[in-house]
Every structure is written in C-alpha cells, then in structure tokens.
C-alpha cells in the first residue's frame, strides 16, 4: 500500500473509530495540511526556481550576444579604419561596405590579376621567403613602371623564373633577419616592415622614391594562439618560437604597426582588394586542404563529407593571391567544386604558389577560404598595395 493510500485509510479509520478524540482529528488534519505544503508546495518553489534560472540563462545569453556583436563592431570599425589608411582612398571604406552588403554577388569582369613573376621556394620551409621575394619583383616592377596591365592579355597570370644570383644573396640576407625555419607570419611582417623603411639592405637596392608600398595584416588572432602546441605542425619548435612570437608582437604594438584583429574576415572584401591591379595578399593556408582535394577530387565535397581539420594533420604553407578570374575556361579549370561555387559565385582565386612549379594556380572561393580558415592558419592574411608614383598622376 502507497503512502496516499495508507494515510487516507488512516483518515477514514479515525473518523469512524468512537473511540477518536477531537485532538486525534486535529492532528491528523495538520499533518494533511503539512503533506500539501511540503509535497505541493516544494513543486511550487522549484518550478518558480527553474523559471527564475531560465530567465537568469537567458539575460545570460542575452549580454553574451550584446558583447560579441559589440566586440564585432568594434573590430569592422578598427579594420575599415586601417583598410582605408592602406588604400589611402576616402571612397576605399564605404565601397567596401556596400560589398558586404552585396552578400558575395560581386564578380569581376574577366581577369583582375597583377603580374608577379613566380619563384620556387628553395627548401621545404622558406615559402614564406619565397612569397616575400614574389613581392620585391614585383614591388622593382613597379617603381621603373606605372602597373598598368592589360587585364585582357592572356599572359598576365606570368610566368615561372628561377632565381638570379643577387636574388640568392637577397634571400640569404633575408634568412638571416629572420634567424630560423619556423616561420610565423608575424616574422614575415616584421621583414617586409623593415624592408618598407630601407632599415634591411637589398640588392639592387629598390627606389622607394619612385614607388608607394603600404601593406595590412589581417589575423583572427593577434598572438600566439596556445592550442596551436597540440598540433604536430607546431609542437617540436613552439616553446621557441613563443617568445620570439611575442616579442615582435610586442614590438609591433609599441610601433603601431598596420594590422589588425578580425574574427571572421569576409571574402568578398579580399576578393575585391585582390582584384586591383595595384594589390596582391599573402595568406597562410593548410596545404593538407589542398592536397586532400589533389588526392580525391571526387569526394562528395557539399554532401556526406565534411571536411574536419580536427581529424587531419595541418601543414602551413604561405601563398601569394595575385588575383581573381571570371572567365569560364579559368573557373572550369580550377580545382574545387565548380557546381556548386560559394553562393552562386562565379570566380576563381589566381594564386602564385611557390611549391609548386607551375607560374599559377586557380582555386575555387569554396577550396581557397577551406584551406585559409582552416584550424592552424589563424586566418592569417598580409595585404599589400604597391605602384609607381607616377601612377598617381
């Protein structure tokens, strides 16, 4: 018998038993009303406990979003504040927002490409060098030239040559400034900033009277990222690259260097600053992203498989971006999947890649923004404007 059943019986026996006395009944009905107080009553008070943590979770979740979306805020300001100083445009902000706006819809017309003459990296580890020796033939490009190209030659994308011997003694002096083989993109920063203000000696030296170079770096994480150590990539030299890392960050605050945190950087806006003709950027990929695609471009790429870079090793790998193309016979040969391109984007990356022997290589917006944002990358992008001054007339 349940506890409700005994204690009306209990009830009912006391009721009818003549023996029962007026303090019995009154005990009894105190103690029913106990068992509604204690019994309902707790009910009651967890229900109201349970509404009140709902509604304390949700003010939670509540200031949360009003945070982040704050935090957002002030990163697109600070971005399009240092974006508009790179450009050194007034219209470079406004125009860039209305891109956002245009949600990817923008393609441009034909190619948009700047012609860099490809190198090689020279070992397993100094592409990043080798992107950086990129930008110096194109930067001496451009102050004996205007940077003006025909954006309708089907040569522009350039072509691949070794390097010369005073371009061996520039990379050797480049090695040594940046004193190891783990190379950060924070290093490479550091290099091109020295480079920019003559306080690196290159030969042929460049005229920078007669060239204007500016350059951003855009990161999801300015810092060392710590996860980074669990990542086979990283861990056998982190803890000496950490305080190398750090201490040109530290520097490069103090100085105001032109970089700048962004959590989620749109690709519409480096789709549109690579489409200049004066602009190229450096990114960090996982080369792992493209290799798995090289591997088995016949994957189900938006269906049942779902690339995780949690399960994959990474393999850093910087590459130059030189610009985009919509023309059909470039888009149908770039790798990625064409038949469903990122929101009904029509254009493909031109990128100068320097493990590869090829001058260039064509990527899908979809392949080339996996491999960026992959876990590892930080979504590490170095923007960079050069032209000749007499390009400003």
């Known amino acids: 018998m349940d506890y409700s059943t005994r204690y009306h019986a209990l009830c009912d026996d006391t009721k009818n038993s003549n023996s029962s006395t007026a303090a019995l009944r009154s005990t009894i009905h105190a ?93 397993i580890w100094d592409c990043g060098i080798a992107c950086i020796q990129m930008i110096l033939r194109w930067i001496r490009y451009c102050s004996i030239s205007n940077n003006i190209i025909d954006s309708s030659s089907h040569d522009i994308c350039g072509s691949t040559v070794p390097l010369t011997p005073e371009e061996m003694e520039d990379r050797s002096r480049i090695q040594s400034v940046i004193g190891t083989d783990s190379i950060w993109t924070i290093d490479l920063v550091m290099l091109l900033d020295g480079i920019i203000c003559q306080s690196i000696d290159l030969f042929p030296p460049i005229d920078f009277q007669s060239v204007m170079v500016s350059y951003l770096f855009v990161s999801r994480k300015l810092g060392i990222e710590n996860s ?70 016949e994957l189900d790429w938006y269906g049942k498989y779902v690339y995780d870079s949690n399960h994959m090793t990474f393999s850093g790998h910087y590459v ?32 100068k890649n320097p493990g590869s022997t090829e001058p260039f290589e ?32």
């Open 31 to 123: 103690l029913n009303s106990c068992f509604h107080f204690v019994f309902f009553g707790a009910l009651d008070h967890e229900g109201i406990y349970k509404e009140e943590e709902q509604e304390e979770h949700e003010c939670n979740i509540a200031a949360s979003v009003a945070a982040v979306e704050e935090e957002n805020e002030k990163e697109n300001v600070n971005f399009y504040k240092y974006l508009s100083e790179f450009c050194k445009e007034e219209s470079c902000a406004p125009l860039n927002m209305a891109i956002r706006e245009k949600a990817m819809t923008y393609a441009p017309f034909g190619r948009k490409v700047t012609n860099i003459i490809h190198c090689q990296q020279q070992e």
């Open 228 to 297: 980074h150590k669990s990542l086979s990539y990283y861990k056998k030299s982190f803890r000496w690259d950490e305080c190398r890392v750090e201490r040109h960050f530290n520097v490069a605050h103090e100085r105001h260097l032109p970089m700048t945190e962004v959590r989620n950087l749109d690709m519409n806006i480096v789709i549109d600053l690579v489409s200049r003709d004066d602009v190229v950027a450096m990114a960090l990929i996982d080369n792992n992203v493209i290799r798995r695609y090289d591997e088995e471009p």
């Open 320 to 351: 130059l971006i030189c610009g985009t193309s919509s023309e059909l016979r470039d888009i149908s040969r770039a790798k990625g999947n064409k038949s469903k391109d990122k929101d009904g984007k029509q254009v493909c990356m031109v990128i």
């Open 362 to 393: 064509l990527l899908t917006v979809d392949l080339f923004e996996r491999a960026w944002k992959s876990k590892g990358t930080d979504d590490d992008i170095v923007f960079i404007r050069a032209f000749g001054k007499q390009h400003m007339t």
